[in-house]
């Protein structure tokens, strides 16, 4: 209903697996964002692609790999997580500028649970 | 970095009561965004505030800019079951990405 459809909605997975969240929006917009939200903590910026170059990596783990194939479609890529990986992991779309700002417009998210 | 913090973590109020919740940044924002996340939800965007001072409302809503531009709140008039969530704001200093406090939970006992 915002225009940003995350596929898989829950996600179960061991820690030898590998898996990937996907993210598509229809909005017509040329930013997107992965972001992981845990119980307990703020919302944590993780990737920013504008106009799908990668603009921002918050020291994330390698074992969390994005991919940006086009400014509608946002991949991430996961292999050889840990149990504290397990969150709620967000992507987000908005118009795209050089300037940073804009709104939010938020996927539904997928839950990520390693066991 | 900058920071920006949220308070309280948790507010339970009567129906009809109202609600405040704060936020404050370590650093001069050029804008403050606030989000609702609804239970089993995803934050959605509320409000956005630019300058100095400013103030918005929605119904019962009101967002106000603090005149530093450190500072934020938002009010809810006599809140409704229907407000229950988790408020966040989300500020952004520079050309830095938007950076979220850790939001302030509401529930509303009817």
């Known amino acids: 209903e915002t225009g940003v459809t995350q596929t898989p909605r829950h996600l179960v997975m061991g820690m030898t697996n590998k898996k990937s969240l996907k993210c598509e929006q229809h909005?017509?917009?040329?930013?997107m964002y992965w972001y992981k939200q845990s119980a307990k903590k703020p919302l944590e910026l993780m990737f920013v692609?504008?106009?799908?170059?990668?603009?921002e990596n918050n020291s994330v783990p390698s074992r969390f790999s994005p991919e940006c194939p086009n400014s509608s479609h946002l991949f991430l890529h996961l292999h050889t997580l840990q149990p504290e990986d397990s969150a709620l992991y967000l992507c987000?779309?908005?118009?795209?500028?050089?300037?940073?700002?804009?709104?939010?417009?938020f996927g539904s998210g997928t839950q990520l649970s390693v066991l | 970095g900058q920071q920006v913090m949220q308070i309280p973590q948790y507010q339970h109020v009567q129906e009809g009561e109202d609600f405040t919740t704060y936020c404050n940044s370590s650093t001069t924002l050029s804008n403050i965004q606030w989000y609702k996340q609804r239970p089993g939800g995803h934050p959605v965007f509320l409000i956005q505030l630019v300058k100095s001072g400013e103030v918005k409302k929605q119904k019962r809503l009101t967002f106000q800019f603090g005149e530093a531009k450190k500072n934020s709140s938002l009010h809810i008039t006599a809140t409704q079951t229907t407000d229950v969530g988790t408020y966040f704001c989300?500020?952004?200093?520079?050309?830095?990405?938007?950076?979220f406090g850790k939001g302030t939970r509401l529930s509303v006992i009817a």
């Open positions: 987000a779309s908005s118009q795209g500028s050089e300037h940073p700002g804009e709104k939010l417009f």
């Open positions: 692609y504008n106009f799908k170059e990668q603009t």
């Open positions: 909005l017509g917009h040329n930013a």
């Open positions: 989300a500020g952004i200093s520079g050309n830095t990405p938007l950076v």
